[in-house]
């Protein structure tokens, strides 16, 4: 897709821009099952604390508690990898994976609640070779650490994850940063170990942010990758933690690796006892900063006001010309228009946290969209002097906004990453308020 597509269809597609990276990407193995409606609220009742079993019923001396980790996939859904929780036990004949990322396009109302923020998802086990083999059979890379935990804390991880698998207890409001299918593994492990892990990592500094790791992810898409840093405010700006980063199944999967927990004898050991590599993706490998891609974003948006200006001039044919302006600035008027209003609704109507304060909105100015009418009969000669003085006014808005959008990234408390936003979007929002200008004066 071109990035005047991704930037087109980012408004108008929901599902394709903020959401799913598809936007966000969790959205890991769709089951078509009825979700109970008790379930769409809540799995606890207000006041109601879940008895949740401490597994001392339960020999943990043969069990073998594995996280297992799946690299990125093909489709944009799976760019940020899964993981799961792996329990064996030959004496009981227990080989079963607990996979959080469920959830269901048959659930009451899903559309609402997807647009909104509110979707439910839930985990379930699955049998674990079969599991596993589906994922190298989609050719993801799979990698399984062995959890150096005592019997007994092996017993409580089993007890907790069938506990959690029970249909009053799986389901949990998903949300695509702070509670998805890697952050539920995160701290059902982190349960079981007292708080060490929350302990070890909550306050170790990572030097990157929910979107320095989304556009690095994103980058083999660029629809999704342009959709998303339209889509996605400065909330996903701040420094993350470790514990935070967690978020992303690989990069728990070496957190962990610098891991110690205390053994029965009081010691510190590694919390990965053994770490084997299953299957490794032919894939290329997931790389490890964001593009730098101010210079591909710029030329389009030269490219669309290299567009626009000339047609601001009368030229030999001042009738093709200034119809052909009016259909180009009121198509980007309708375009700016549009993604503004999206924005705007998100950032009030919804619980999309991440898209909320959106400074991508001094670009997209919402009263552009009136330029599809305005610029048109401006230029026809409609409506008289009031219409053209309008449409002027209205330009220069858009555009004054636009290099505000630009002057504020000098400023400290202002800190969204949109450069490559700023750099697509200004110089066509400028070329517009010229040719307006010229056309209407």
């Known amino acids: 897709?071109?990035?005047?597509?991704?930037?087109?269809?980012?408004?108008?597609?929901?599902?394709?821009?903020?959401?799913?990276?598809?936007?966000?990407?969790?959205?890991?193995?769709?089951?078509?099952?009825?979700?109970?409606?008790?379930?769409?609220?809540t799995s606890v009742r207000p006041g109601q604390e879940p008895t949740i079993p401490d597994g001392s019923d339960i020999d943990g001396s043969t069990m073998v508690v594995s996280l297992v980790t799946m690299g990125p996939g093909r489709r944009v859904w799976e760019r940020f990898g899964h993981n799961a929780i792996w329990v064996r036990d030959p004496i009981r004949g227990i080989n079963r994976m607990y996979n959080y990322g469920m959830f269901s396009f048959q659930q009451e109302n899903f559309l609402k609640r997807f647009i909104q923020g509110e979707m439910m998802y839930w985990m379930a086990g699955f049998d674990g070779r079969l599991h596993m083999g589906a994922y190298i059979e989609a050719d993801r890379s799979v990698w399984v650490q062995?959890?150096?935990?005592?019997?007994?804390?092996?017993?409580?991880?089993?007890?907790?994850?069938?506990?959690?698998?029970?249909?009053?207890?799986?389901?949990?409001p998903y949300d695509y940063y702070r509670d998805n299918c890697s952050t539920r593994v995160r701290d059902a492990l982190d349960r079981v170990l007292d708080g060490r892990l929350r302990d070890l990592t909550f306050d170790a500094e990572t030097g990157t942010t929910y979107r320095f790791h989304t556009r690095r992810l994103l980058a083999p898409d660029l629809g999704a990758y342009a959709g998303t840093l339209f889509s996605l405010g400065q909330p996903i700006d701040q420094p993350i933690s470790a514990w935070e980063e967690m978020f992303l199944p690989v990069r728990m999967m070496k957190t962990l690796r610098g891991v110690t927990v205390l053994d029965p004898d009081g010691q510190e050991v590694p919390l990965v006892r053994s770490e084997d590599t299953i299957y490794l993706s032919s894939m290329p490998v997931e790389r490890e900063t964001p593009p730098a891609w101010l210079l591909g974003f710029l030329g389009f948006g030269l490219i669309v006001a290299a567009g626009i200006l000339p047609l601001g001039s009368r030229g030999s044919t001042p009738r093709a010309s200034r119809i052909a302006a009016a259909s180009l600035t009121s198509l980007w008027g309708l375009l700016v228009g549009v993604g503004g209003w999206f924005l705007v609704l998100v950032w009030i109507f919804t619980q999309h946290?991440?898209?909320?304060?959106?400074?991508?909105?001094?670009?997209?100015?919402?009263l552009a969209i009136?330029?599809?009418?305005?610029?048109?009969?401006?230029?026809?000669?409609?409506?008289?002097?009031?219409?053209?003085?309008?449409?002027?006014?209205?330009?220069?808005i858009v555009a004054a906004t636009s290099v505000l959008a630009l002057v504020i990234q000098l400023l400290p408390a202002f800190d969204q990453v949109n450069s490559e936003i700023i750099a697509a979007v200004l110089p066509p929002n400028l070329a517009m308020a010229w040719a307006v200008s010229r056309l209407t004066a």
Do not use: C
């Open 353 to 366: 946290w991440a898209a909320h304060w959106n400074e991508n909105i001094l670009l997209f100015n919402p």
């Open 370 to 396: 009136a330029l599809v009418a305005l610029v048109p009969l401006a230029v026809a000669g409609r409506g008289g002097a009031g219409v053209g003085r309008w449409a002027r006014r209205l330009v220069w």
């Open 146 to 172: 062995e959890l150096n935990l005592t019997p007994d804390k092996r017993a409580e991880m089993y007890a907790f994850v069938e506990w959690n698998e029970r249909p009053e207890n799986r389901f949990y």
């Open 1 to 41: 897709m071109s990035l005047f597509g991704s930037v087109l269809l980012g408004p108008t597609l929901l599902g394709l821009t903020l959401l799913g990276p598809v936007s966000l990407g969790f959205l890991e193995t769709p089951l078509h099952a009825q979700v109970p409606d008790e379930a769409l609220s």
